[in-house]
């Protein structure tokens, strides 16, 4: 599923000879770093309790401030008509592929701590 995500994206850019799509590209990078840098919550907190739990709760803001920018730079684009349409649907769609991915992972990972019989 993730290929066809990162294919969808690059379509997107190659279809329409228009590479500014790709800086949705960037935000993919940079969706899981707050997650990872303020931690996910799984560790022990080390006696810290509430004071743990506001980074953590952070990480999960910025997290899902950057997820929704990785939606938001292909609208404004074809907002200010810099890209197409079909660009700005072929970049959704990959947005969706994308998240489907992460859904898909977390779900079947979460399912490996649990007994399958």
């Known amino acids: ?10 379509l997107g850019c190659v279809l329409w000879r228009n590479w500014w799509p790709m800086l949705t590209g960037l935000m993919y990078v940079l969706v899981p770093m707050p997650y990872l840098f303020f931690g996910s919550g799984s560790g022990d907190t080390y006696g810290y309790g509430s004071l743990a739990s506001g980074w953590i709760d952070a990480g999960k803001f910025l997290t899902g401030f950057s997820a929704v920018g990785s939606i938001a730079i292909p609208a404004i684009l074809a907002h200010a008509q810099v890209i197409t349409s079909g660009a700005l649907i072929m970049e959704l769609a990959a947005a969706v592929v994308l998240g489907c991915t992460i859904v898909t992972y977390d779900y079947f990972s979460s399912r490996d701590s649990m007994s399958y019989f």
């Open 1 to 10: 599923m993730f290929s066809t995500g990162v294919l969808l994206q690059i």
